[in-house]
């Protein structure tokens, strides 16, 4: 059974830090990625890393204030927010692909990000 838990979410001022963490089991993922969706809005991509090599890209509106990573023997992968903004406040979901795909099969449940000015 495929599972991603999502934890690290909670209320935090501007200008503060967050780490997200996703804790995948079930399945051998290609990639895991961390989407967004805030009130009346689309979920949108934030950051996703390769599970084999590390390698991570980020939407424009986190480059520079967030860094992914991955700790293979955990099966965890963390995403980590500094300077968040008031415009930063959603839910952010834990998504994952597996090798050959291009669709993002895997989702969690989500973990509430609130930041206050």
């Known amino acids: 059974q495929v599972r991603l838990l999502e934890s690290g979410g909670g209320l935090v001022q501007a200008g503060g830090s967050l780490r997200l963490s996703c804790a995948a089991s079930?399945?051998?993922?290609?990639?895991v990625g961390w989407f967004r969706q805030a009130p009346g809005k689309e979920r949108e991509f934030v950051a996703a890393?390769?599970?084999?090599?590390?390698?991570?890209n980020y939407a424009d509106f986190v480059e520079g204030r967030s860094t992914m990573s991955r700790d293979n023997a955990g099966n965890t992968v963390y995403l980590q927010m500094n300077s968040l903004k008031p415009e930063d406040t959603a839910i952010y979901y834990c998504a994952a692909r597996l090798a050959y795909s291009s669709t993002w099969s895997y989702w969690g449940q989500g973990t509430q990000v609130t930041v206050s000015s």
């Open positions: 890393i390769s599970w084999s090599s590390g390698n991570t």
């Open positions: 079930g399945r051998s993922f290609s990639r």
